[in-house]
């Protein structure tokens, strides 16, 4: 049974950084693309970032050159590193494996 955790989540001002972690089990990150998503009060759920088998990335415009994603083979984890964040980044972060799972999200809050 895939189970992904998502954490690092909390209350940051507008320029600050946070770092999210989905730490898996039941799979393995490194066998399958692995997405972060993202979902705002009130919108619908929003791709934000993929690592792929091979480790290339793509992300979503509205976090180009802000937001990096990363993956630890050896933890089995995949990390969102957001770095100048704004209030518009305000949402519920979510992990997913191309390999079928979700977590249960972790919130992050960008406010003065």
């Known amino acids: 049974q895939v189970q992904l955790v998502e954490s690092g989540g909390g209350l940051v001002q507008p320029g600050g950084s946070l770092s999210l972690s989905c730490a898996a089990s039941g799979t393995i990150v490194s066998t399958y693309a692995m997405d972060w998503y993202r979902q705002a009060p009130g919108k619908a759920r929003e791709w934000v970032a993929v690592?792929?088998?091979?480790?290339?990335?793509n992300y979503a415009d509205s976090v180009k050159g802000r937001f990096t994603i990363s993956r630890d083979n050896a933890k089995n984890t995949v990390y969102l590193q957001m770095n100048n964040l704004k209030p518009e980044d305000t949402a519920v972060y979510y992990c997913?494996?191309?390999?079928?799972?979700w977590g249960r999200g972790t919130q992050v809050t960008v406010s003065s």
């Open positions: 690592i792929t088998t091979t480790g290339s990335t």
């Open positions: 997913s494996s191309g390999g079928g799972g």
